[in-house]
């Protein structure tokens, strides 16, 4: 949200001075799975899907742009997704029509023709073709690269932000360790750490941490021809045959400690998808903390009791696949241009305590 949010801001020639706590984009943005589409789209509310759908058509192209201009191939790969066994795949299937979305009920025996690996004993299957993911790693190397290349952004990492600056009503900067910063506007992109700044302000923001872990194998180049989803855990490929199975779903504060219940719950998914990764081995295994909020509806807009801060957070599990919109809304709103969405699911007022 920050990296994207500064180079649409700088694009429109505002000068941008982005902050990170840590390394840019070491948080959620690294650690996800990096599919542009949430999940299960059909159980999210229309906020959500208005987002997700701006995001997913413009996913391609934005590829291609930071290929071009930086040299790093953030890898959008489409393979599509295959849901097993859903409970609710009459819910998904009215939502696809309903939405005009390519989403299709296949015959078993299909989906086991196009993806061979997949493990005995799934009964039932709908497809979404063309569902791409993208490797997050690269994404945030290539937004970092991108904004060192425009004049009017500057980025400072190892800098937390421990507060905001106050006068005459308005924020007008951060407060850091090496002092005051002054902004003619602040944009609070801090992922799951987003609420514990404006508790500084006083303010309840319900956005908090969710732990989730993944766990990482190589295979062939050609092992798996098509993301896989199924009790609630999925396999992504990557083109270069690393596939990622993930994910937990923790309540356990700011911790983000690997745990080996975790690594041995993502295994036995891991071969119950996919019976031949039992003789594959573990190239990673990581945990990131999600900026968990009600209904996971982000918070995009100006707060009206402190003119001059602005939210952008609170995206839960779907911040790649809405960052395209999420951003371009921000950005709009902020420079007072006519936004793509109607804004008013996602206004902060009215949400905060």
Sequence with gaps: MGLLSAKLLAAADEGVLLLDRQGVGRESSWAGGGIVSPLYPWRYSAAVTALAHWSQDF???????????????????????????????????????????????VDIAEAYRQVPVLGGGFERAIHMPGVANVRNPRLVKALRAALAAMPNVELREHCPVKGFVQEAGRICGVTTADGEIRAERVVLAAGAWSGELLKTLGLELPVEPVKGQMILYKCAEDFLPSMVLAR????????????????????????KTPT?????????????????????EV???????????????????????????????????????????????LADLLLGHEPIIDPAPYAPAGRLH
């Design 232 to 255: 609630g855990r999925y396999a992504i490929p990557r083109r270069d045959g690393h596939i990622l199975i993930g994910s937990t779903l923790e309540y356990a504060g700011f911790d």
């Design 260 to 280: 080996d219940n975790a690594l041995e719950s993502l295994k036995a998914s891991a071969e119950e998808l996919l019976p031949a990764l039992k003789d594959a």
């Design 283 to 329: 190239v990673g295994h990581w945990a990131g903390l999600r900026p968990g909020s009600p209904e996971g509806i982000p918070f995009i807009g100006e707060l009206p009791a402190y003119p001059g801060l602005w939210l952008n957070c609170g995206h839960f599990r779907n911040g790649l696949v809405l960052a395209p919109a999420s951003c371009r809304l």
């Design 59 to 105: 996913y391609p192209g934005f590829a291609r742009q930071l290929l071009e201009d930086t040299g790093i191939d953030p890898e959008v790969n489409a393979t599509g997704l295959y849901w097993l066994d859903l409970d609710d795949e009459a819910e998904a299937l009215a939502w696809a029509a309903r939405e005009g979305r390519p989403l299709f009920p």
